[in-house]
């Protein structure tokens, strides 16, 4: 069956999504409709079509006109294997000892790197973005200065890399928590694959607010790649359930919100040891002083 | 998890038999997100479902590849056309009949639609599917 798309750019992320929501109307009805931020840095947004026969023109034209976007490229998609393409670009990730690979890239692990299976999935932690990498690497960093976490936990694991890779260094059980049950099944499918369901336990909950979580308290090593709100929210409790000269490896903050988050943790404690930007992103390595 | 929203994308995608063809490949294929492990989820997710039910479904993805499904209850069209025994609606709806479905099975759509309407009770929601019957040119006994 042939594919036909329809994709144009826009200004702004409202009237892209209501062009998109436009484009659901056109007939013939479209078989899909996308509405996507350039990675590019531009600021445009894109809106596509996908269309089993060929798109109207002249509704485009008018549609063009009526959402002020760019004259849409129409181009019939060739027959490819997409499946394959996918996973040639699903390239494996190597940080610091770390190798985070796909199942279609486990030939490639190579022999003096700890390889972690994670398909991109349905959970936040492939590797393939600057705050994963980052708290990949300040694990490594630690682990090469002489730390060894013995009571560990990964808040808001997402697919559970983060707590994987200190499982994959250190012999001492760890616990990763998400609020999101569908990043905990991922978290748990993620963790069996990898054959570390003895010393990995995976559980719902927001933050610390969990009486399993904060038995196993105090913790020597918190990971928490989230967001600036809620790493700001969480500054508190993360340093209560912290033990004196434990480390907090924080990330998913921008590199202009790093100032606010270090704020926010030294009126709890916690200071700055080691810091890496990626990209847009900071990730911040801190210790507990008092 | 620090996500980042890149984009969303509709598509509809029979139940239970997601796969790579168009439009779920060049869909995602196009946007580098995992082709197996969407049709993996999805088919799983829809497995309780009768097989092959349109299902609109809000793909979201992230900077990293990763990304979350909203599956919806397929269009009222599509169980109307079922419960009339139809493979589509009148030509011209208002000026022919194209068939008829009656009040219970008005309920029933509504029941399994009510989710995804925008009705506070099943009465609510019979209305919506009266109205979308009546469009289509189905009467209701």
């Not at chain 1, 708290?135 to 697919?159: K, P």
């Not at chain 2, 194209?98 to 759509?109: H, L, P, V």
Request: one cysteine or more; proline letters at 6%.
């Amino acid at each position: 069956m042939p594919t036909f798309t329809a994709l144009t750019t826009l200004l702004s992320k409202t009237s892209a999504e209501a062009l998109g929501l436009a484009m659901e109307r056109l007939e013939p009805k479209p078989t899909g409709v996308g509405v996507f931020e350039l990675e590019d840095g531009s600021g445009l947004w894109e809106v596509g079509g996908y269309f089993s026969s060929a798109p109207d023109l002249t509704a485009l034209t008018i549609l063009e006109a009526a959402f002020a976007a760019k004259p849409f490229a129409l181009s019939e998609l060739p027959e490819i294997d997409w499946v394959s393409k996918v996973t040639r670009e699903l390239q494996p990730v190597e940080a610091g000892r770390f190798f985070i690979y796909g199942s279609h890239d486990a030939d490639k692990v190579p022999q003096d790197r700890i390889g972690l299976l994670i398909e991109a999935a349905m959970a936040f932690g492939t590797g393939h973005h600057g705050t994963t990498l980052g708290c990949l690497r300040a694990l490594d960093r630690l682990a090469a200065n002489g730390f060894q976490g013995r009571s560990v936990i990964d808040v808001g694991c997402g697919t559970a890399v983060l707590a994987m890779a200190a499982a994959a260094i250190w012999p001492d059980p760890i616990l990763a928590s998400d609020v999101d049950e569908v990043a905990v099944d991922v978290a748990r499918a993620n963790v069996a694959a990898n054959n570390l369901s003895d010393k990995i336990r995976c559980l719902e909950a927001a933050g610390f607010d969990n009486p399993d979580l904060r038995q196993s308290a105090p913790f020597d090593l918190v990971f928490a790649n989230i967001l600036k709100g809620p790493l700001i929210a969480l500054a508190p409790a993360m340093s209560t359930h912290m033990k004196l000269g434990g480390y907090a490896i924080l990330s998913g903050l921008l590199i202009e919100q790093a100032e606010d988050v270090l704020a926010s943790y030294h009126q709890n404690d916690l200071y700055l040891e080691d810091r890496e930007d990626i990209d847009e992103w900071s990730t911040l390595t801190l210790v507990k002083v008092r | 998890m620090a996500k980042k929203l890149v984009g969303t994308l509709k598509l509809q995608v029979p139940a239970g038999q997601a796969n790579p063809s168009p439009p779920v490949g060049p869909a995602l294929g196009q946007r580098g997100i995992n082709i197996m492990e969407f049709c993996k989820a999805f088919n799983a997710k829809t497995s309780d479902m009768e097989p092959g039910a349109p299902c609109p479904t809000v793909i979201e993805y992230f900077q990293d590849k990763s990304f979350s499904m909203t599956i919806k209850t397929p269009p009222a069209s599509f169980y109307i056309r079922k419960a009339a025994k139809l493979k589509s609606g009148a030509n011209k709806p208002g000026l022919e009949v194209a068939g008829s479905i009656s009040t219970a099975q008005i309920r029933e759509i509504a029941e399994a639609k009510m989710q995804d309407l925008n009705a506070n009770n099943i009465e609510g929601a019979m209305q919506i599917i009266l109205g979308s019957a009546r469009s289509m040119g189905i009467e209701v006994k």
